[in-house]
């Protein structure tokens, strides 16, 4: 069973910057970043495969990075260029096995993962 535990969060000015990391143990082919806030639907943020594909969210193209560390079984993302818009609870999240694939536009949809962090939560003031 994979177990993820995020950290980085915090409080930060638009404009600025914050990464946010997740440790994990197990081995997974892809991971993502998820964001939710309340009353909305959890959100697919950003995900990294082992085979070097990256997928991005439109709303954070250009602006966030994810990467992976996997000596150090770390998942990173690095947002930068932070907007109020940006304010949510930050997951990490896995597949169900290492054997699973994702592909395209479903490497950013929840059905695609089956482990999740607890969370952490990221401001952003105006």
């Known amino acids: 069973q994979v177990q993820l535990v995020e950290s980085g969060g915090g409080s930060v000015q638009a404009g600025g910057s914050l990464r946010l990391s997740c440790a994990f143990s197990?081995?997974?082919?892809?991971m993502g970043w998820f964001r939710q806030v309340p009353g909305k639907e959890r959100e697919g943020v950003a995900t990294?495969?082992?085979?070097?594909?990256?997928y991005y969210a439109d709303s954070v193209t250009g602006r966030f990075t994810i990467s992976r560390d996997n000596a150090k079984n770390t998942l990173y993302l690095q947002m930068n260029s932070l907007k109020p818009d940006d304010s949510a609870m930050y997951y990490c999240a896995a597949p169900r096995s290492m054997y699973e694939r994702c592909f395209s536009i479903g490497c950013l949809g929840r059905t695609a993962f089956a482990y999740w962090g607890q969370g952490t939560q990221v401001t952003v003031s105006s």
């Open positions: 197990g081995y997974s082919y892809y």
């Open positions: 990294i495969t082992n085979g070097g594909s990256v």
